[in-house]
């Protein structure tokens, strides 16, 4: 007869992770980890950023979820919940734009599930907030194995992921278009001969984003359409010392470009993101599209242009 190790929990949970902040979140940040947290909630998620700012307090995690890029937030506590860390959910949920609130604790007390239950009946299509119970387990001496526990989701989820895949293919054919257009009315419209003569047209996909060459290895400037927002930015692929050097003129920087931009140093991965946003900027609103048109060109000159002179100073 086979002979079975019994299953138990670890309940010092800060005999594994010390500190939330730093010991954590820092281990969830980690793409198989993350996973672990997406197959429990049924997401498809990835880490973007760590420690983000929310004025004085912090977001765990910043993550978007693949495919629909909605932006996801992480909070987590190893305590069981309170009236302070709910309404702390809410205030950093509104400070990121969130579509998708994840609530990680140690324990979660009924009045709490019944809040978030309540805020999941109220809020639009798409938008929700995952509370989770975060736990530990060993058979005999073997290494830890972590279970995260929903507790609570939103209503009709599984109903809503399948929507949004359906729409997904939709979205996938209008930037196909959007693409397209794009490079008709940059490379064949004349409307900024600058540009149509520093890039040439490419191969036309669905993908969200496109990349522009800035003319020195490790560096690109990419522009990113979700179905509401345009970003333009600059990657630094493996390079802190450059990232620091171009935050510390990020004044100057934002003057001379005139764009406003979130600089996210990423230190679980090896580049840096320093990106603007212009919102709104709706996919499905073709009319508005040559002035998304006009603000990708521009900004792409722009950042080539200004971010180029501090990157030579740099060197």
Not at 183 to 209: C, E, H, I, L, M
């Amino acid at each position: 007869m086979a002979v079975l190790g019994r299953l138990e929990e670890i309940t010092d949970i800060r005999a594994i992770w010390q500190d939330v902040a730093k010991d954590f979140t820092e281990w969830l940040a980690k793409e198989e980890n993350i996973n672990l947290l997406a197959e429990s909630t049924g997401l498809e998620m990835s880490a973007e950023e760590t420690q983000s700012p929310v004025g004085k307090f912090h977001v765990d995690i910043l993550a978007s979820e693949s495919g629909t890029n909605r932006r996801i937030i992480i909070i987590s506590n190893f305590s069981q919940t309170d009236d302070s860390g709910l309404g702390k959910l809410i205030t950093l949920a509104a400070g990121k734009n969130a579509d998708v609130i994840i609530w990680i604790v140690r324990h979660a007390q009924e009045e709490h599930k019944a809040a978030v239950e309540w805020l999941n009946s109220r809020t639009r299509r798409n938008t929700g907030i995952f509370l989770c119970e975060v736990k530990l387990f060993r058979i005999g001496d073997s290494e830890p194995a972590v279970k995260f526990e929903v507790i609570s989701r939103p209503n009709n989820w599984a109903k809503e992921v399948r929507k949004i895949s359906e729409d997904a293919s939709n979205v996938e054919k209008l930037r196909f278009d959007y693409w397209n257009a794009f490079q008709d009315y940059a490379f064949d419209g004349g409307s900024n001969p600058k540009f149509s003569s520093s890039y040439k047209r490419w191969q036309t996909s669905s993908n969200y984003g496109v990349v522009f060459g800035t003319g020195r290895p490790g560096c690109s400037i990419i522009i990113a359409k979700t179905r509401d927002e345009l970003e333009a930015g600059l990657n630094i692929a493996d390079d802190k010392e450059l990232f620091s050097y171009l935050f510390a003129h990020k004044g100057d920087i934002e003057s001379e470009t005139g764009l406003k931009f979130d600089w996210l140093e990423l230190p679980d991965k090896k580049g840096n993101r320093i990106r603007a946003k212009k919102s709104p900027a709706r996919l499905a609103d073709k009319s508005s599209w040559p002035e998304q048109f006009d603000w990708i060109m521009s900004s792409v000159l722009n950042i080539r242009e200004v971010f180029g002179k501090y990157i030579r100073e740099a060197e």
